[in-house]
């Protein structure tokens, strides 16, 4: 399958799925229960997420490649971003406990705050595709010298160790997630969005046991000025 087609069918999949639903509702509603309107209302809403979350990966990969991703840095409460993101992910999946330990982050950070909630929302959207809705998903931060380590970590299905190495390329795919859908283009973002900060992507997975994705940022220089890019 060529790559336009295959985002093609990402893309569809979501929207048919909305299509459907919104359908079901019009047609009918009068006799549906509160609690069924509300179950297919969620079933809209996740599938929304998902495809304007496709369209910003897309937006951004297509602008990655062309060289036209430049930072937009300020400063701002990290440790802020990563509550709200995390609230924001887990809302879409009630029963999935997160277990957030967020150590040694400074006050301030200096960075694009739009886009490093771009990456965080690819890691923990991959990490809750790639586990079941009931295991946990552990964020914790810590500092290790000038870096500031932000990882992500879940129980779920893992990568096959083969894969491991071509993981962040663009539109690879793990042998082992074929039936699921994806584009292969997030992680190859976040990557970009953290080497852009001058940070890194680490990446550690054992298949069958679960994922650990760290996002390495610099902390502030002492100048207060902004990261090295
Ligand atoms: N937490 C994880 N657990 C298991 N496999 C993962 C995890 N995160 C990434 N992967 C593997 O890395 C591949 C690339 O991830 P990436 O986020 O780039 O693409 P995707 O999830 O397939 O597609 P999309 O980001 O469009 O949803 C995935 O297809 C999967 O094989
Ligand atoms: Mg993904």
Not at 110 to 130: H, P, R, T
Not at 154 to 165: H, M, V
Not at 206 to 229: A, D
Request: include cysteine.
């Amino acid at each position: 399958m060529d790559r336009v087609t295959l985002l093609a069918h990402q893309l569809k999949a979501p929207l048919s799925a909305i299509n459907a639903l919104a359908q079901g509702l019009v047609r009918r509603a009068d006799r549906l229960s509160t609690q069924e309107i509300r179950a297919k209302a969620e079933k809209i809403w996740r599938a929304s997420l998902r495809l304007d979350e496709l369209i910003d990966t897309i937006l951004s990969y297509s602008r990655a490649t062309a060289g036209g991703i430049v930072l937009n840095s300020g400063e701002f409460d990290l440790g802020e971003l990563i509550r709200r993101t995390c609230r924001e992910q887990g809302e879409q999946e009630p029963d999935r406990p997160f277990h957030l330990q967020l150590r040694g982050l400074p006050k301030i950070v200096i960075g694009d705050q739009i886009l490093l909630e771009q990456a965080l929302v690819i890691v923990l959207s991959n990490a809750m595709k790639y586990s079941r809705p009931d295991q946990p998903i552990e964020v914790t931060t810590r500092k290790r010298g000038s870096m500031i380590r932000l990882v992500v970590q879940d129980q779920g299905i893992g990568i096959p160790e083969r894969d491991l190495p071509l993981i962040t390329q663009p539109f690879f795919r793990g042998q082992n997630v074929k039936k699921l859908p994806g584009t292969g283009l997030g992680l190859s973002l976040a990557w970009y969005i953290l080497k852009l900060h001058g940070g890194d992507l680490e990446i550690e997975s054992q298949e069958g046991h679960g994922t650990k994705v760290t996002m390495l940022l610099p902390e502030m220089n002492t100048t207060g000025l902004s990261y090295s890019i």
